[in-house]
């Protein structure tokens, strides 16, 4: 089983997370993060003061998929979110060793 | 289903064909306005709307900072709905009952129903129209109503609050009105209260106090509690209670001029005293003073002079504002952690206690060089009022006591007074009225999903709902 | 760059010259003030400054509270906006058109241009300062352009909403205003609109309706609209305006004294009752008696008793303010979703039906028996009342229709009425206002940078803008 | 310990038992009220309690939206301490010395100490209560001090505040008053300040900038401030101080009529005019209006109105509404700039600033038509005037640079004037008030703890305080 | 070494880190998130119109635990957050190849 | 490739990151979280009620390097956001196994 860490453009969401339920994954984990990488922060002014934050909103999706399907959501999240502009965000696969389903105890892969 | 909402119809319909239909508007024939002072008369409309304003928002946001933010929206709901409630029963009998001409200075009688008789000229021996006085009085009927619902917020069921409102301001209030503002026999002992220290703050005090203990503790209580969720909306409450606090207090002389203006005066004065005297405390007691201290203190001191307002110097209320703070200190640092109760926003340690020391403190600092209308107190040489006032304390305590119990008691007869644990648990925005007070999850802001074909699947959906067809 | 600087200097200066030289003074050589009444303008100054809190931050906050949380800057920029513009528009022009001497019963004319011969001493006929009816007066225009913008907040470009409240305020309201208020025809017909159900409430609810309908639905409606982000926010704005209401509607009778109580009177209870009715309907219907919808409902009430509120009895006010709230429930919940306009924040549902139910309901209910000055309605026997409030209903309609569709289309030969896609997407406050209302982040609380050298660079850096140089 | 407390007690019965012993209560014993006016009163309560609201909520808010979200309370807490430690100096000797009957132009003496001759009988000249006037007045000053917090907040130290307060008001403020407004040297020379443009304005903005200086930059300046953290706090806030501002300057009329309204109409439009113009300035030069600019373009309008509001033309009153914004929006975008101080919340750049401006123009546009009490300005024939009205800002800019300077050198002979590094790093709300404005981390709701033996221990456990034993 | 990343209803955190502090283990951060699974969103109206949100609040756990002694984590987590209903949430167990404590420089287990 | 899960005090935030930009990593995403260790929570006090909440303010940042800087970026961490008291967090570091770059579609180390 693999854990995606997926960061994309908040105004995404909703996109991507339509397009993994059309290949079967509802499963996920959503929350509101800032990012740093190429793309520059927006500046704001406030009474002639220019604040420059390079802390960019972003929402990060973590999703465990096992193993045979993970290419697959892969493409679906890309072609969700991608813009083609600077700061389309990144998906980062990691190893799940095990899974847990609180409610049932179920391990592995039927958790999903 | 659809028997239920023809039920509802009609009884909408015939309660408005009675509305129109079943007074006399003869109360109206006569609109001499012979004596009507419109100086007088600008500043009740302006205390009306002071006090409303007190009211609805801020009660409301001064309590709902305080609560935990899955109950903010139920919070404030309990006060939006006896704003409205307690304004409509007031209307219909509230009023007749406290200020009616009255049956042997018990009971106000029924004159006024549905402010009967009630029109645009001049109350007797006022100088401002009959019917803001009535609107006047009715709005300090439902703040004090709405102040109980701190006792009892984050459990109490919406529509046990909504029955309740009702019957404690028939039974509870009306009378108390009548007995020290409408003739009544209280009023005829000699106890003074000029804006309510009794009727108001002593009342809701103690049944906030006697509503907390029959509804029961939270579950939550004391170890697991909810910090206060946004100490702005309680800092704007709590200074949209002191601007309307002149209404309240200043309002109550019934006239613009010298009375007026000595009851602002020491309003602002004793308000300041509380605060500071509070802040004080803290910084002495605990290093650092904090800003619901701050204002909390305020407010102390502005619950303790309402019932002086119009009777003492203005040093003396330096003197009552700064003790109400000592006192109120006490009943919320010492007095609740020893007894254990679960009055949730301190409605008791604030408007109890205070109300309680504000009303002796009449009594001990009053003065007649102050209002000749008013009495001397201990301090002029008059120890007998001090008795007096303690009267009107132990009618206002056993009257909000048993008054508040039989209520709730047998309300409980007919349904539970509080919510199931599963509904406390998830909060009662949701679980009472299917809201939640903040969406401010930036993920929200996505653009619309690619496949609208199935809206209401997609993710963070929304649908036009189908109207009154779909439940 | 430097040119258009340049002209930019060039143009305010010449304005400024123009303000203080072009006009003779002598609009306040007779400051007699015989007439004035202290009371009287005392509570007419009382209503002006609550007729601004309703507005601002009144109204901007009861709007931006339902709006999604990266539009709530822009949202009150349009009240804001309108705020200053009309004031001085209506200093400039506007007045003199509404409330001058006029022409053929058809048009105020120019006398009162700049507040020419707008002075300090009493206004004809009344007993208050002809200088105050004109700000308040003002007032009114300027929150009843704003709250056209609830029906097209989250898409309409800054700069054609300003152009449209100039040109709004001076062909849709002047107009109106002098027909029903200011001695012109309407008037003559004997129509009755006490504190404006048409001038207010019917041109601002039509004329959002058509707005919406002209600039068209947001990109994300019906099915990804974004839920209210603050609700807090909407309950404080909606208290405002209830607060606000008293100077609107009581501050209409021009005068204190009985009067202005019938009105006060009339407007807490009719928007009490419409606030229980809605609250009992969504019980009823959806089991969820909300927030919103008590607050909706209260508003609801408070539009409807407005064009009646010096007409009628206290139990009429029950019955217009409680039904205002049926007709307004059916307007949000099934006609709307019927129609599928996007009437972003209902100003047609509450407004534009609540206004029309309160000129008809001013027909059914009126009383001389109230008010001598005013008719006898339906129930008094004078079902004439309710044809003649009808004829002034068709009016406004018409007028507010005909007038928006014809601004907004003139101003879209030159300029696209609403923002880009991109735009809408990134939300109107980053991306009209360059600001972001919240900034809570808590990893933005961290020391500086150890590079101070390079501080543009560092993160979350903020460096002192080179000011007007950079641009 | 124990005796540290014991020494609290003891001051605080003193303290109380001096007030209502130590003065004489003959002040009140001739309630004749002769030539009290109920109408013009009325206007003075209601101007009284509009100006306690803009200050509390209304500065408090401005100011807290404005800076980082650890900081809020604290910003709060310094408004909160001068509204009630000002209104209390004001009543035991501020008062006496800005208006009592005076010693040779230079002071105002004893008189009044403890509101001693301040009664419900008419003020000398006026038709309102002493008492009110001089409550009114007590809330200008409270105000004042407030102001100047902007300049220092996010690093002085509460205590530091809070006797700099009491020490500014006395040696600086109540001079300045009573040589303007109670009948010193200032008003002899013939210098026109109608509601304190210098008095308020230009003392409150200079002082805050020489706080500013002496206290010394925050560590976080220039390169890595906290933007604003709540706008919408800002704009209820700025909305606020608009509000109340009708009372502050159609109040200082100190009578309802002609003079009230002019100088209502002159606040609004000119505020209006300030708001429109920044909004073009920044439109021209930035691309994008603000919020942030919007409201301040109207409250630099508005201050600069204030010396000018009864003596000017509303004509007038655009062009001093308007060429303020321009004069402020360059004191912040550039001055700011390029000298580098530390004025936090721009007190100097709009006050300061704003005052001089708004004193100058008084003396261009000032006009005896408007007000025959006033004088004529340069605009109508009289050039000495604006000579007049340069001695009025000079002296304010000394007397506050001046005053300001002493005051907080003295105070830092005893005590640091600012809070640690570290304190500043983890935000003063925490650090000086142990307090959290927001606790909105969801987790928190979560249910009880199942070990309830221990709830010290358990995760986010409270438990109720053992009183003041555990201090 | 072992890091869970745990997801739970918000109302039964307290329960669940009282569960872990019971078996020793103290460290651990948690963040405010919203899940997307079987469970169904609520449904909000305001105004006639109705806001069905697929975004479910939850809390999320990440703790830092010894190979020997996740197992038993596991499932104290499980007794303390599983309420038997559809949204008890899940666990999931990744490798840690390395862990620091800042303030020292320790690394490996002795840093839990 | 390795994620870097490094758990900070708030203040120190913008430390940490410009301390990385300075050794050439300039990708990361940053959230706010509770902490809960060894490190006491503030306690508060309203009306006489104290609370005493053991969530502590931190900030997570999440940031993937390559293998052969991890070491570099650690140190570099730690430098900037010790203070040698307690509290001042953690580093965990896990493999990442795959990376993508939505934006271009490109995989691997290329992708940071
Ligand atoms: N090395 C990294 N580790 C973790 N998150 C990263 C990394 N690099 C980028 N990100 C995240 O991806 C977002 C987009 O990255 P950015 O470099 O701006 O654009 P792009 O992905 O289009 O190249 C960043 O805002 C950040 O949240
Ligand atoms: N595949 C997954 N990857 C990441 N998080 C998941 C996944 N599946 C579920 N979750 C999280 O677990 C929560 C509960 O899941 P859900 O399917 O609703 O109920 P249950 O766990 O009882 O089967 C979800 O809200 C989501 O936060
Ligand atoms: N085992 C763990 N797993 C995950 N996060 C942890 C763990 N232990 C500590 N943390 C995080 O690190 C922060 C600091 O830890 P703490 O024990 O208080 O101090 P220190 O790191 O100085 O020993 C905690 O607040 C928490 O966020």
Request: net charge neutral; with cysteine.
């Given at each position: 089983?693999?854990?995606?860490?997926?960061?994309?453009?908040?105004?995404?969401?909703?996109?991507?997370?339509?397009a993994?339920?059309?290949i079967?994954?509802?499963?996920?984990t959503?929350?509101?993060?800032?990012g740093?990488?190429?793309?520059?922060g927006?500046?704001t002014?406030?009474?002639?003061?220019?604040?420059?934050?390079?802390?960019?909103?972003k929402?990060?999706?973590?999703?465990?998929?096992?193993?045979?399907r993970?290419?697959?959501?892969?493409?679906?999240?890309?072609?969700?979110?991608?813009t083609?502009?600077?700061?389309?965000?990144k998906?980062?696969?990691?190893?799940?060793?095990?899974?847990?389903?609180?409610?049932?105890?179920?391990?592995g892969?039927?958790?999903? | 289903?659809?028997?239920?909402?023809?039920?509802w119809?009609?009884?909408i319909?015939?309660?408005?064909?009675f509305?129109?239909?079943?007074f006399?508007?003869?109360a109206?024939?006569?609109?001499?306005?012979?004596?009507?002072?419109?100086?007088?008369?600008?500043?009740?409309?302006?205390?009306?709307?002071?006090?409303?304003?007190?009211?609805?928002?801020?009660?409301?946001?001064?309590?709902?900072?305080?609560?935990?933010?899955?109950?903010?929206?139920?919070?404030?709901?309990?006060?939006?709905?006896?704003?409205?409630?307690?304004?409509?029963?007031?209307?219909?009998?509230?009023?007749?009952?406290?200020?009616?001409?009255?049956?042997?200075?018990?009971?106000?009688?029924?004159?006024?129903?549905?402010?009967?008789?009630?029109?645009p000229?001049?109350?007797?021996?006022?100088?401002?129209?009959?019917?803001?006085?009535?609107?006047?009085?009715?709005?300090?009927?439902?703040?004090?109503?709405?102040i109980?619902?701190g006792?009892?917020?984050?459990?109490?069921?919406?529509?046990?609050?909504i029955v309740?409102?009702?019957?404690w301001?028939t039974?509870?209030?009306?009378?108390?009105?009548?007995?020290?503002?409408?003739?009544?026999?209280?009023?005829?002992?000699?106890?003074?209260?000029?804006?309510?220290?009794?009727?108001?703050?002593i009342?809701?005090?103690?049944?906030?106090?006697?509503?907390?203990?029959?509804?029961?503790?939270?579950?939550?209580?004391?170890?697991?509690t909810?910090?206060?969720?946004?100490l702005?909306?309680?800092?704007?409450?709590?200074?949209f209670?002191?601007?309307?606090?002149?209404?309240?207090?200043?309002?109550?002389?019934?006239?613009?001029?010298?009375?007026a203006?000595?009851?602002?005066?020491?309003?602002?004065?004793?308000?300041?005293?509380?605060?500071?005297?509070?802040?004080?405390?803290?910084?002495?007691?605990?290093?650092?003073?904090?800003?619901?201290?701050?204002?909390?203190?305020g407010?102390?001191?502005?619950?303790?002079?309402?019932?002086?307002?119009?009777?003492?110097?203005?040093?003396?209320?330096?003197?009552?504002?700064g003790?109400?703070?000592?006192?109120?200190?006490?009943?919320?640092?010492?007095l609740k952690?020893?007894?254990?109760y679960?009055?949730?926003?301190d409605?008791?340690?604030?408007?109890?206690?205070?109300?309680?020391w504000?009303?002796?403190a009449?009594?001990?600092f009053a003065?007649?060089?102050?209002?000749p209308?008013?009495?001397?107190?201990?301090?002029?040489?008059?120890?007998g009022q001090?008795?007096?006032?303690?009267?009107?304390?132990l009618?206002?305590?056993?009257?909000?006591a048993?008054?508040?119990?039989?209520?709730?008691?047998?309300?409980?007869?007919?349904?539970?007074?509080?919510?199931?644990?599963?509904?406390?648990?998830?909060?009662?925005?949701?679980?009472?009225?299917?809201?939640?007070?903040?969406?401010?999850?930036?993920?929200?802001?996505s653009?619309?999903?690619?496949?609208?074909?199935?809206?209401f699947?997609?993710?963070?959906?929304?649908?036009?709902?189908?109207?009154?067809?779909?439940?």
């Amino acid at each position: 089983m693999k854990l995606l860490t997926i960061i994309i453009r908040p105004e995404k969401l909703s996109s991507v997370t339509a397009a993994l339920h059309e290949i079967g994954i509802n499963g996920m984990t959503i929350s509101d993060v800032r990012g740093q990488g190429t793309q520059k922060g927006v500046r704001t002014i406030y009474r002639g003061v220019e604040y420059q934050t390079d802390f960019i909103m972003k929402n990060k999706i973590e999703t465990a998929v096992s193993d045979d399907r993970y290419e697959q959501a892969i493409e679906a999240v890309m072609d969700a979110a991608r813009t083609g502009e600077v700061g389309d965000g990144k998906i980062f696969v990691t190893d799940v060793v095990d899974a847990v389903r609180i409610r049932t105890g179920e391990r592995g892969d039927s958790v999903l | 289903m659809r028997f239920r909402r023809k039920k509802w119809l009609v009884f909408i319909t015939s309660f408005f064909l009675f509305c129109f239909a079943a007074f006399p508007l003869s109360a109206f024939a006569e609109g001499e306005n012979a004596a009507v002072d419109t100086g007088d008369t600008t500043w009740l409309l302006v205390s009306s709307a002071l006090v409303m304003f007190m009211f609805m928002p801020g009660l409301a946001l001064f309590y709902g900072g305080l609560v935990g933010q899955r109950n903010i929206l139920s919070t404030v709901m309990y006060s939006l709905s006896s704003f409205v409630v307690v304004t409509l029963v007031w209307m219909l009998w509230g009023y007749s009952f406290a200020f009616g001409p009255g049956v042997g200075g018990i009971f106000g009688g029924f004159d006024f129903l549905g402010f009967q008789h009630v029109g645009p000229e001049a109350k007797d021996g006022l100088t401002i129209p009959h019917l803001i006085f009535a609107i006047y009085q009715g709005l300090f009927a439902a703040i004090t109503t709405a102040i109980i619902s701190g006792g009892v917020v984050e459990r109490i069921r919406f529509s046990v609050w909504i029955v309740f409102s009702i019957l404690w301001v028939t039974i509870v209030y009306a009378p108390m009105a009548f007995w020290t503002w409408g003739g009544g026999w209280l009023s005829k002992l000699g106890g003074l209260d000029f804006a309510g220290g009794t009727v108001v703050h002593i009342l809701s005090g103690v049944s906030a106090l006697t509503a907390a203990l029959v509804v029961g503790k939270r579950r939550s209580f004391p170890h697991k509690t909810l910090p206060p969720h946004n100490l702005v909306f309680f800092l704007i409450g709590a200074m949209f209670l002191w601007f309307g606090w002149f209404g309240f207090n200043a309002g109550s002389a019934l006239a613009s001029g010298g009375l007026a203006s000595v009851a602002f005066a020491t309003t602002q004065i004793a308000g300041s005293a509380g605060g500071l005297v509070w802040i004080f405390i803290e910084w002495a007691l605990r290093k650092k003073p904090t800003l619901v201290g701050g204002a909390t203190g305020g407010i102390a001191g502005l619950v303790a002079i309402t019932p002086a307002a119009g009777y003492v110097s203005v040093l003396s209320s330096v003197a009552i504002g700064g003790l109400a703070s000592v006192v109120c200190y006490w009943a919320l640092n010492v007095l609740k952690a020893k007894l254990q109760y679960d009055d949730t926003l301190d409605v008791f340690g604030v408007h109890g206690i205070g109300g309680i020391w504000g009303a002796i403190a009449t009594g001990i600092f009053a003065s007649k060089e102050v209002n000749p209308a008013g009495a001397n107190g201990l301090l002029y040489g008059n120890p007998g009022q001090v008795a007096t006032q303690a009267i009107d304390v132990l009618v206002a305590v056993l009257l909000a006591a048993i008054g508040t119990f039989v209520i709730l008691k047998v309300i409980s007869l007919f349904a539970p007074l509080r919510v199931t644990e599963e509904q406390e648990m998830s909060g009662l925005d949701i679980s009472l009225h299917g809201e939640n007070a903040y969406n401010t999850f930036e993920g929200m802001n996505s653009e619309m999903a690619p496949a609208p074909q199935s809206p209401f699947a997609a993710t963070g959906a929304m649908a036009v709902h189908a109207g009154m067809k779909g439940v």
